[in-house]
Every structure is written in C-alpha cells, then in structure tokens.
C-alpha cells in the first residue's frame, strides 16, 4: 500500500482517507500531491508515492492556462487589457474574450511544430500568424490545446511590452509554479511518465491530432529541458500541488467579484470543434463546474493532460491543486478529492 504523507488541518480527516483511497487503488502509480487552501490557509497538505515529496516538481500541462489567463484577468481588472478590444496581433478581426474563447480557428498549422517550436511561444505564435484557421474566426470553438498561451501572449507583449512569463513572474512569483524552471530548480523535477493503457488517435487527420499536435509525443514535450526553460504559456509549466493551490488562493485574493463572474461565467457553448465536449469554457478558464457539480458557477481552473488539476471556488473560498506524474486524463479521483475538499470547507466556515 503506499504510504500517505503530509498534513490535514483538523476537520479535514476525510480528504485523507479519500486520497490514501485513491492512491490505493492505482499501486503503480508514481506518486501524487493534493493540496488546498480555505481563506487564504493551507489546510490540505498530502502526498504519496515512490520518489515523490511535497516539494516535487514535473510538469502540469493545460494547468499552465489557469496561471497564464490569472495573469490576463488581472490586467483586464487594472485597465490593461479590454476584453472586447479588437486583437491586434492577429490578421483577421477577433477580439480578446473570443480569443481566449477559443473561437480564432488556429488551433495548430499545416504538418505540425517540431519540439523546438512547441517550446517556444514567440515561434508558434509567428507560424500561426501565417496558417489559415480550421475554421471561420468567430462562428464555432475549438480547444487550442497547445497554442492558446502563445496568441495570447503575442497580445499581452503588443499591450505591456512584457511576455506572459515575465509577467507571471512579476506577479505571481515565488511559489512552485514556474513559467520558464530555472536552472537551479531542475533538481527537484521529476519527469511525467506514460500512461499505461494509452491508446493512440484514431483518426491523424482530425482536428484533435492539429490540436494536440500528434507527431510529437505529450510526455516527450513535458520532460524536454528547452519547454521547461522557456515555460510555454499553454502546457509548458512546471510546478507542484502546493504551487497550483496557492496560485489559485492567491486569484481569490487578487481578483475581485465581478472580474471572477466575468470569468468564469460560460462563453463557449455548444460542441468544442476539437474535443467534441459541451459547453466547455468561460474566459479563458474552463467551466469547471460543468464537471465537478459540487463546485458553485463562480469556479474557474484548469485542469492538465496528466491529471493535474487546479481551481478556485469563491463561494468556499477554497484554491484546490492537484498535480500526478503518470499521464492520464483528470478522473474520479479528482471529483471524489475536491468534494471531500468543499464538504471540509462548508462545515468550516458554518
């Protein structure tokens, strides 16, 4: 059985018992964190797994978005940015909110990005500039799986004249979440392993295998030293379950009321082009109480292809991280943590 590390704050024994249970019943699985805040206070601090502690880093894929777009509903609160401002890095007429609506159609290019070019977002986002959209600009959504970082954040340098991870770093520094690991963090990472019932696309010429740019494999992308140097802002981000649920404790600090509606109120509805789901995202975040139904609509996050998951829930005030080293896609574990998570906090707070 692997043994459940860390802490619980009293009144959380039965987040405790769900992840040990969770982890009991994957016995291969190389390890897991599950950490959450309530109020501004750690109150979850979990682990377990062989070669794995509370301060392990690897890499949290799609968890990347959330942190990139906390950074854009700060500069939309501030002034900075203005959601229905027209793109101006884009050859086409677009606005923010349905850029960050994955409505731009650029989902990925002809013949797909090498691994050099994944990794950097001021590449993808010049390669983009050139492809024609997979679909008409405005008239549907589709998940722009590994490209949403850079078409934002080619904006975001138009407007401030700094990058999405300057900017990151700037604001939301400091913890163990990075947009670019340095050099001196690389020992505490562990790589992302694959999952172990992968099955392969079947179909290489639909707009999931553009999407998700198939000739390169996700676990290669993740463990390359050059994507964790250079923090591509989609999927490129390293961190750890204590670095996602700060970040989002700190959202709840940081952004107020009506910027969090804005945000987490559903934009794109109706069948992702990409992914075939309904409904699926707000701006920028995704809906994620579409899929956890013990969440209030005011949730916003973003989970990661290896299962790693990060929100917040104003109504609780509760910033959950999750974060697994074997690649598999968010799952019941994830609705049985953040349930036992929201029951802990409503009792808390009465």
Not at 25 to 31: A, F, L, N, R, V
Not at 116 to 126: F, G, I, N, T, V
Not at 127 to 153: C, D, K, M, N
Not at 227 to 255: D, F, H, K
Request: with cysteine; aromatic share 8%; glycine share 12%.
């Amino acid at each position: 059985m692997i043994e459940v590390r860390g802490r619980v704050d009293d009144g959380f024994e039965d987040v405790r018992e769900e992840f040990a249970a969770c982890l009991a019943e994957e016995p291969d699985d190389p390890g897991s964190q599950l950490v959450a805040y309530v109020d501004g206070r750690r109150v979850v601090d979990l682990y377990g797994g062989d070669d794995i502690t509370a301060d392990t880093l690897t890499g949290i894929f799609s968890v990347t978005k959330g942190a990139t777009h906390i950074v854009v509903a700060q500069l939309v609160q501030e002034g900075v940015l203005e959601l229905d401002a027209p793109v101006a890095t884009l050859p086409f007429p677009l606005t923010l909110r349905e850029l960050l609506g994955h409505r731009s159609g650029l989902i990925g290019v002809d013949g797909g990005f090498t691994l050099a070019e994944l990794a950097d977002d001021e590449m993808l986002a010049e390669r983009l500039r050139a492809q024609r959209p997979f679909w008409t600009p405005r008239s549907a959504y589709g998940y722009h799986a590994l490209v949403i970082g850079a078409l934002v954040g080619a904006e975001l340098r138009q407007v401030t004249g700094l990058s999405v991870q300057k900017l990151f770093a700037k604001r939301l520094g400091g913890r163990d979440l990075f947009l670019g690991l340095p050099e001196d963090e690389e020992p505490r990472f562990r790589p992302v392993l694959p999952a172990t019932d992968a099955e392969p696309l079947r179909d290489p010429a639909s707009l999931m295998a553009v999407a998700f740019n198939t000739s390169v494999d996700l676990v290669d992308f993740a463990n390359d030293r050059n994507v964790r140097a250079l923090g591509q802002a989609s999927a490129g981000g390293i961190g750890n379950a204590r670095g996602v649920a700060q970040l989002y404790a700190e959202a709840l600090r940081t952004l107020d009321p009506a910027t969090i509606t804005t945000f987490a109120t559903p934009y794109s509805l109706g069948p992702d082009m990409v992914t075939g789901e309904t409904d699926h995202f707000g701006i920028g975040f995704e809906t994620v109480a579409h899929d956890y139904p013990f969440l209030s609509a005011r949730a916003f996050g973003h989970a990661g292809a290896a299962g790693s998951l990060g929100w917040a829930d104003p109504e609780v005030g509760v910033g959950y991280g999750y974060v697994r080293r074997r690649m598999g896609f968010p799952g019941p574990e994830n609705q049985r943590l953040g349930a036992a998570v929201v029951r802990a906090a409503r009792l808390r707070r009465g």
